[in-house]
């Protein structure tokens, strides 16, 4: 074996699964260490969440572009409209990879179960924003009826609904409705996204729970509500919302988005060995390793839909944990996207 053969075989190599923001901060922390860096992506566009989630009034998608031409540059292959589970699997990743880093995020969205779910025009928050931010991964059709939606109902009260709600107004819509079970106090999302929804002409009804969907000629036409009243605190600590009798109401719309989180993709998961939590995420120790060798992950499918910065955390983390692996002395990892946290940042233009 010559020199350059001996170096080669030195190099180590890693999949990171998902092209998110935690997908894209362990692929820049690699490659700064020397490694060989491949990431498989479903869609046709790096970005991940950053792409299809978030609102271009917050996040354009240039912005998002760049940073990942700036991997490419450094070396990152990616490999695109691949699917891990279902193109290749795991175990195939495992025996060609030193390590592998799974950053799918929590892609399959939760849904209540209501009567009326089936109705046409009924989506959950991910897949409203990204039919309108990405139109091009999907039929004209679609577009077109995401701009036709005038009067919309989200259910939810996280982060993931602010950004329907903004991507909703962007879309066209006269009047944007988001109902939670509980007080404002009680919302899971940010402070200022609250804010900037409000700013944007979201409309707030509390302490109304959803019970039913109705149609009409199997498209939606409003939502069903009874009212509701806080009692006891939750293991979360928050008051737990309870139905007043006799107290239903109906909300007219055209459109229903419901955002009650997501869980990791079972057809990514199932038939792997991996260790998947009661809500169906994946889990990891404190180092972001899972139960399987050489096999980390980090980001929304770990931890439920958050915030980008924990996600980009948790890809800094399992980069570390990799490198130790490796024998490699971790140097500083440097801060990646500062454009794309700029775009959303919580500090108000004056």
Known sequence: MNKEEEVKEKIKKVAVIGSGPSGLTISSALLNHGVDVTLYESFHLAGGVLIYGIPDSRLPKSVVKNEVDLLINKGLKIIYNTKVGRDIKLSKLQQDYDAVYIAAGAGIPNFIGLEGENSDRVYSGHDFIARFKVPDAYSKESLQKIKQSKNVIILGAGNVAMDASRTAIEAGAKKVNIVYRRSEKEMPARAYEVEDAKEMGAIFNFLLAPKKILSENGTV???????????????????????????????????????????????????????????????????????????????????????????????RKAAKSILESFGITVKPIEKEMQAVMTCISPVKKQ
């Open 221 to 315: 036409s409003g939502v069903v509500f009874v009212k509701t009243v806080l009692g006891e605190v939750d293991v979360k600590g928050r008051q737990t919302a309870h139905e007043l009798p006799n107290s239903e109401l109906v909300m007219p719309c055209d459109t229903v988005i419901e955002c009650i989180g997501a869980g990791a993709d079972s057809q990514l998961t199932d038939g792997t060995g991996l260790q998947i939590d009661s809500k169906g995420l994946i889990s990891v120790d404190e180092k972001g390793k899972t139960n399987l060798h050489n096999v980390y992950a980090g980001g929304d499918i770990v931890t439920g839909n958050k915030i980008v910065p924990l996600a980009m955390s948790a890809g």
